[in-house]
């Protein structure tokens, strides 16, 4: 495979980047832009929803919190070498990395010595490093990590919503795991997993900052292994009833006052990036209307001091689930969760969405897109999970503001049925 | 860097830091009030308050649609201290001239809302509207009452208090809930009405616009607002406490959690207004200012007894807090692990690849804080308050003149003063406690 190389403009926000198709098989996308620091991230597709793949046909399980757990053992080097992170510190560069359901990503950013930085990035990433005696002491290190979240409300009320909205699929997995499934994790599972998934055709990296796309080539055509076998896995997933897993639910932790967490199934999916990128576009204009400090459900029920400002919605799409999550504080949490019925049920029968509110939530949209190409860092970000996602973040755009109005009412009449919704309640512990 | 400051009014300067790779145009209003225990809870409620409402916009929502209309332009409000001044913060942010597909004049747009936003809230009886007053104030007591919901927060909110409780930095920002409680509609806009007639303003503005531009287009807000003003303006100090001033207090409390959380405040004998601040800048980032740091690779990396632990300096009052969630039977190893590594800074144990690693981690950040509006904001009015101004760029480079001595000297003059310790009892770890939590939540 060749190395290809294409510029990708759009003239309605004036940006461009350059994408690269790299002959070892990874998507390479370089933003140059005149800031102090520059920041990088390589991103591989896999999360924790991958407990169960297959490797040449073959299948195989891994314990909850495997991705999380290698995420973190990656940066480890042998002994008489400095880690990653020590590494990095010396150029003056600081490294980070995260692992979300989908997706795991390393991370520097860098006011000097940036390409050796990203020499170190492509470095590590491919020489994994596990001994028995290094991931045993990681070990003590992520229990405290899922100690912290675990004490966390707004954790255990996420969890429980996801969890009352899917019967089987994985995005019901902690993604740390818990202490006793990490217990498993030796460094033959850290392997397995690695070089199932850790390949260059599986990767995505992106650049935002002071590396020009030559800079950014030269250092992949150096760095990134070209001798690999050929990327063989596939992701596995049981298949996931339409139907929600629980309608209600309720729950307990410790804090000062309820918290309402109103899911809604989505199963319109697809393998599609377009056909998926079109759809969620849709559904995030239409919750901006729904849901937004300026809609009449929001001023509603803060001006009868049902809920406080605390009051959020989001939008997950992913090619094998996807939901939207309402949640709010409120001292009625039951209260809310009717109202928020009542009024979904009544804006899917009067198809109610003015054409001043359709304008001023493109207005919002527009700003949005705008804005995330202010700094380097939002624009590497953008850039990561359009492309990681098999799509590219300026059709995203457009596909954002092709949106019509009888876009909206179609995804209202098929999001907003009640059997989609689950209901989940966390209530302060009495102590 | 100096910055022309321009009076645009009485009490009332602004500055304005040009940049011209920005999409939006950003302004922050800060208004400082006096520090008085008691009235707090009022300074918090005042931005809620004026969100509510205003004669041209009645309602929150009359607001939001507003301002989405143009463009999802952004007015924030919150209280904060800076220091011991406590200070009321209005950021502005919407997009710049060229990005907006009519050209439209989007900031002053902006600004003129917000200048009714705080002009002419709307009111009752010629005061805030009793049901706004009451709604907002449930809110704030539901904002108080939530700080134990984020575990580390609350702790390092506890050692606030308990370290500060003889002291004016130790009012808590949103009063408590007694205070909140008690307020009523006239007595809140008695205050509102104070500041605006005593408390000084400061503006940063940040932005393609020129100094002249934006003081021509903030000129009405200021007209406005200066018929309303008079002497005495308000000038809080920070008073500063250089070494702990007792032998170190130790607060124990349990907590229904799984992890224990260890805060350790300090003072530092050192502040922002001495001048050579970057030396102990350097200091915290050597000791816990990243993950290449001393805290970091022995407490977490080598000794595996925590997740997150770092080291994080006030400058205007002169502290050092240390945060870290542990076990709860890993108390004594930590506290102990923290001591040593202050103690090595202190008596020079420093590799030259740590110092350089530290220094080059530092001035990474500073260069960091250029890129954006809101952080550049930030980091001169923290500057100005203490009568600096340099750059990111000019202390990056004062960094870069640092010796271990220097470092050395910073840790010396460390005293440790107060620790809380959030003892978790449901860790499983204490007592031979079964972890039930665990089970239940890994279903």
Redesign the interface.
Known sequence: MNTEIETLYHDG?RESYTRIRHKSGMTVCVMP?????TYASLGVLCGAVDNCFTVNGERMTVP?GTAHFLEHKLFAAGEDEADA??R?????????AYTTPDMTAYLF????NERAALEILLDFVFRPYFTEENVE??R???A?????Y?????Q?GY?NAVESLYHTHPIRV?VGG????IRDITPDVLYTFYRAFYHPVNMVLTVAGNLSPDDVLAVCDACIPHDLPPFVTERMFEKEPDTVFRREYSDTA????PVLYFGVKDTELSSDWTARETHAAAVDILNDILF???SPL??DL??R?LI???FGFEYELAATYAYVLITA?TDEPETVAKEIRQHLSERVRLHDITDEQFE??R??M???A??A?????DMMSECLDAAIDGGEMFSALDIMMAVTKDDLFRVLDRLYTPERYAVSILYP?R? | MTFKAIVCGKAAVLYTIPKD????DYLSVVFTLPPIRGKTAEYALIPALLACGSEKYP???DF??QL??L??AGIGCRTGKSGERYQIVFQLRC?ETQ?V?GGEDLFSETVAVFADMLLHPALENGVFRTTYVE?EK??LC??I????????GYALKRLDCEMFREETYGIPVRGTLEEASAITPAALYDTYRDMLAHAPVTCHYVGKLSAESVAEKLRPLFAELDALRCAPYYAPETEVVRQAQHPVRVIREE?????SRLCIGYRTGAVLADGDYYKFALFNELLGG???SKLFLDV??AR?????ISSFPEGQKGILYISC???ADAYDEAKAAIDAQIAAIRDGDISD?EF??AK??L???Y??I???ASSLAAWYANRRQAGIDTSPAETAAQVMTCTKEDVAACAARLTEDTVFFMC?TQ?GDADGEE?T???E??D
């Not at chain 1, 832009?33 to 620091?37: D, G, P, Q, R, S």
């Not at chain 1, 405290?144 to 912290?148: A, C, D, G, K, L």
């Not at chain 2, 595996?304 to 997150?308: E, F, K, S, T």
């Open positions: 926000i832009k005149e800031t102090a620091v909850d992170i020590a990095f510190a010396e150029l003056g560069a600081n490294a980070d950013s860098a006011a000097e002491r990681e003590a290190i992520i405290q990590e899922i100690r912290m675990d004490d966390a409300p707004s255990r969890y902690n818990t202490e006793e499934s410790q804090m000062s006052s937004c400090k300026s929001y001023t803060y001006d001091g406080n400002g605390k504080e001023r939530c207005r919002v527009y700003a949005s705008v804005t190409f202010e700094s380097a860092e512990e102590i | 790779n920005l999409k939006t309602t929150h929502g939001s649609r989405d209309t463009y999802n997009l990005c597909p709604r449930k809110n539901d904002a009452r939530s700080d134990i919901n984020n575990k580390a907590q229904p959690t799984r992890q990243s993950a290449s977490r990396e595996g007894l925590c997740y997150d969630g542990i076990s690849a350089s690693a080059k981690s001035c990474a950040g260069r960091e250029e890129d954006g978790g860790s972890d939590e665990a089970d939540y890994g």
